[in-house]
């Protein structure tokens, strides 16, 4: 129960306007623009990547600066189609069904990690196989970016007050009141709303800034890159156990709910959990490989 000094305590949630900016009648949103600098940056940081022969095996990188550059527009498809196709099959498919149009409906219900991760992985094999270069190579540069993706994402889903935390009284405990909630009474937020976890800001530290950190390790000073798949496993299997520990945090979807009758397992952590057995593959393929071919 909220005493008094919980309610006084509580965080106010920043008044971000959601439209960062506008030309004549389009409006330029933050979500957009996170997409624009998480794969802008990631970019330039795996540009710098390549450029450090000592990262890589025989001291070349089999990743060549203008294969990063073609690839650019195949990642930004990847994610995107496969983030809005996998939102739909995940978490959105009755609606959808029943309405087709609402698949093109982004503001009632955006984009799954789980369904671009698909997205960008059947990209960089296509693209692997059609520019004769290695797919795990291109797997760790992609894996070792990402995070930086993860973290804007994240900034933007709070930006725009979505993707909320379960209700606490925590002394950081924010009331969420998003643009969708004031258009639906009036223009105000209504009374009584819960303070909740900032999950966003959870996942925006920990898959974001934590998960590039360790990445950043591994390719820099273990020199992970050498062995082809270890930094895209440990990606795999970092980001799957930052997501199930920040379920337990995050308000699940509203028209799933929890799931098999539980009050705390959500469908985030039913799909990251293959991930966890998919990444530790990935890392002891890895080892494999690397002892055979020195051995």
């Known amino acids: 129960m909220l005493t008094s000094a919980n309610l006084a305590a509580i965080l106010p949630f920043p008044d971000i306007n959601p439209i960062a900016f506008s030309l004549g009648p389009l409006s330029v949103h933050w979500y957009g623009l996170a997409y624009v600098a998480g794969i802008l940056l990631g970019w330039f940081y795996a540009r710098r990547l390549v450029d450090n022969g000592k990262l890589w095996l025989n001291d070349t990188a089999p990743v060549t600066r203008a294969h990063l550059d073609d690839f650019l527009l195949w990642v930004a498809f990847g994610i995107v189609l496969g983030g809005r196709i996998g939102y739909i099959l995940f978490y959105d498919l009755d609606p959808v069904l029943a309405n ?11 984009m799954s990690f789980h369904g671009g991760l698909i997205g960008t992985t059947i990209a960089m094999i296509l693209f692997a196989n059609r520019n004769k270069i290695p797919a795990w190579s291109l797997f760790d540069i992609v894996a070792a970016v990402a995070p930086i993706g993860l973290f804007f994402g994240r900034i933007a889903n709070f930006i725009n007050g979505e993707l909320w935390g379960r209700t606490t009284d925590v002394p950081w405990a924010m ?3 998003s643009p969708h909630i004031i258009a639906a009474h009036q223009g105000a937020c209504p009374a009584g709303l819960d303070p909740r976890h900032p999950s966003q800001l959870y996942e925006a530290g920990i898959e974001g800034i934590v998960l590039f950190t360790v990445l950043f390790i591994l390719t820099r000073w273990a020199l992970a890159l050498k062995k082809p798949g270890t930094v895209s496993g440990v ?25 098999l009758g539980t009050n705390w397992l959500t469908m985030g952590m039913v799909l990251s959990l293959p991930m966890v057995a998919i990444g530790l593959w990935a890392v002891i393929r890895a080892r494999h490989v690397a002892a055979r071919q020195t051995a």
């Open 100 to 110: 087709p149009i609402r698949a093109i409906e982004v503001w009632n219900g955006g």
């Open 235 to 259: 990606f795999v299997i970092g980001y799957a156990c930052s997501r199930i520990f920040v379920e337990f945090f995050r308000q699940p979807d509203e028209q799933l709910g929890y799931l």
């Open 175 to 177: 009331i969420f009141c």
